[in-house]
C-alpha cells in the first residue's frame, strides 16, 4: 500500500474510493507518569511519552492502510494525522486520507 501526503498524483490515472481513517488512544500508566513528571522538571525528552505517541501513529496507520484494503485501494493520498488529548493522560492519533485505485 502506497502512502502519500501529496493531494494528487501527477501524472498517474486513478480513481478515488473515499476517504478512510484510522485512530486510536493511548495513555501511559501511573508509574511511567510520575517518571515523566520528573524528568519534566529537569527537562529534556520524555521518552516514555515518544514512544506512546510512535506507537500510536503506526496503530492508527495501520488502521487507516486495513480500510484502504478492505475497499481493494492501491494508495492513500492526501495523508494528514492529527491529535488531541482526550484527558490529562491520554492522546488521540487519527489519520486519514483518501482512497485511491489505479487505472
Known sequence: MNIYTVENLQGVNYEVLGVVT???IQSKNVFSDIGQSLKNIVGGELKAYTQMME????MSTDRMIAQAEAMQADAVI???????????????VLVYGTAI???
Open 101 to 103: 485505485r489505479y487505472k
Open 22 to 24: 484510522g485512530s486510536t
Open 55 to 58: 506507537k500510536a501513529r503506526k
Open 78 to 92: 492526501g495523508v494528514r494525522y492529527a491529535t488531541s488529548a482526550i484527558m490529562a493522560q491520554a492522546a488521540e
